[in-house]
């Protein structure tokens, strides 16, 4: 069985389908902040199987335990946290407060119940302000903002686990994947699961796609300033079903023979940049839609561009991606547009 923290989320959901289809059993712990009950009812209709759920929060250490005591875990997918850049940059005690906390607590339980493979829900943000492109797992890592400064933290809070496993002598040592995901866009073919953020979407797509329905006046494009190709900013934008698939590579992985050493990273992108525009310009031409925009002051924390080399995660995992610009678009359009009101009226 794999355990998901913050199963029920956007990329969560996404993930419990692909385990499922890849003959996993899921449990889903997920305190419901920023999710919803319905998405993993989605879940099971899209895929036939029961979802085990567990509302509650992962910085109680009384539910891990119960739930490592009476479930047979086999490893952890850790997508639990807060994630917004913004709201990191105003809130930066919460995020570490949240961030930190909540991978201890899971680390503390998985090490008291033996269970030792972990995959990580890293970020690019890791890489800081890029000063080479594409970006390598090797590069140095530094934050811009405190989420990123999280994830860097958490990171390196990992890599001391299988150092101790060494002084230790451990017969069972740890083995985690780090996954530095770029930028997450998308939804299921189905239209059934997709992102549905609280309040005012943090993240470029959902932006997009609430504005072309008319739930947004205007879409804001934060920076048209960047030394880029259009002056706004460029990211490696993934699509979400391409991510999920990602770690049940990882999973795979760590639960094979040859298992994984230690901690190891892995990008997870396309390997190229999309600027802003020219993911709205894409989003208004595939779907025949209209997207009005305004150029906006920049974000604090935002960096001109950021992409991957993906190689790694190719060489090591047997993964890539597959699903282009225009199955992003239309993917994402078809949720917005079967859903305007999102799970929590649908639910």
């Known amino acids: 069985m794999i355990l998901v923290t913050g199963g029920a989320g956007y990329i ?25 009950r319905e998405s ?18 992962v910085r109680n250490g009384d539910i891990l335990n119960v739930l490592f005591d009476t479930h047979d875990i086999d490893a952890v997918i850790h997508f639990a946290g ?3 850049v913004g709201e990191s940059c105003e809130c930066p005690i919460f995020y570490y407060e949240n961030n930190i906390e909540c991978t201890l607590k899971l680390v503390q339980a998985m090490q008291d119940h033996n269970v030792k493979n972990l995959v990580f829900s890293s ?24 989420y990123g400064r999280s994830k860097l933290i958490i990171e390196e809070m990992l890599r001391d686990l299988p150092r101790a496993d060494e002084l230790t002598h451990s017969d069972n040592p740890w ?5 530095r995901y770029f930028n997450p866009v998308g939804a299921h073919k189905s239209g059934q699961i997709g992102e549905d953020p609280n309040g005012i979407p943090n ?6 796609s609430q504005t072309a329905i008319g739930k947004r006046d205007c879409l804001s494009v934060f920076g048209g300033d960047y030394n880029t190709c259009d002056g706004t900013g460029v990211r490696d934008y993934i699509h979400v079903v391409d991510l999920a698939k990602g770690h049940v590579k990882a999973v795979q992985r760590l639960l094979s ?14 390997g190229h940049g999309i600027s802003v525009l020219e993911m709205v310009n894409a989003f208004k031409d595939c779907n025949h839609v209209d997207v009005p925009y305004q150029i906006s002051d ?16 190719q060489t090591e995992l047997g993964w890539k991606a597959e699903l282009g610009l225009a199955d992003m678009v239309k993917d994402s359009w078809r949720w917005q547009s079967r859903n305007p009101e999102g799970y929590r009226v649908i639910g």
């Open 12 to 36: 969560g959901s996404h993930t419990c389908v692909e385990l499922i289809e890849s003959g996993y059993d899921v449990l889903v712990l997920d305190n419901l902040s920023n999710s919803s």
């Open 203 to 208: 993240n470029l797509m959902p932006f997009i």
């Open 82 to 84: 807060l994630k917004a």
């Open 40 to 57: 993993l009812h989605r879940v099971e209709r899209l895929t036939g199987h029961k979802v085990s759920f567990v509302e509650g929060d």
């Open 175 to 179: 083995s985690v994947a780090l996954l």
């Open 123 to 146: 970020s690019a943000t890791v890489y800081g302000d890029p000063q080479k492109l594409p970006l390598t797992e090797d590069m140095p890592l530094s934050a811009t903002n405190p």
């Open 257 to 270: 023979e040859q298992g994984l050493d230690g901690v190891q990273a892995f990008n997870l992108g396309t």
């Open 298 to 313: 920049r974000r604090p924390g935002d960096v001109a561009a950021c992409y991957a080399d993906v190689s790694r995660a």
